[in-house]
């Protein structure tokens, strides 16, 4: 079972970058889909979560209007697609998998990917 992130590097502020997460030994869309991120000397933090069957949360509002999930099911891959992107977004990027919606929220997670560096900088 593995979980692997891509689509990081290096932007200019307002840029826009779309991150994927494949997932291999098992099915994306059976789970709950979650994007977290930790910035340098910060604490990991949750972007949004995602589940099919259950709908999309985000963790903070102010990600409302620049960052969306979207899946394709026939890659078994889950984009986070980023928009007027800011250096505060700089951050190492994970894509993780829970068996639900409310534990991806309670950063309850089954499988973790490696992370994927995003740096917002002119």
């Known amino acids: 079972v593995q979980v692997v992130e891509s689509g990081g590097g290096l932007v200019q502020p307002g840029s826009s970058l779309r991150l994927s997460c494949g997932a291999s030994g098992f099915t994306l869309d059976d789970y709950a889909i979650g994007w977290f991120r930790q910035a340098p000397g910060k604490e990991r933090e949750g972007v949004l979560c995602?589940?099919?069957?259950?709908?999309?949360?985000y963790f903070a509002d102010s990600l409302k209007g620049r960052f969306s999930i979207s899946r394709d099911n026939a890659k078994n891959t889950v984009y986070l697609q980023m928009n007027s992107l800011k250096p505060e977004d700089t951050a190492v990027y994970y894509c993780a998998a829970a068996t639900s919606l409310l534990r991806c929220l309670n950063t309850l997670i089954d499988y973790w990917g490696q992370g994927t560096q995003v740096t917002v900088s002119s």
């Open positions: 995602f589940k099919s069957s259950e709908g999309k949360s």
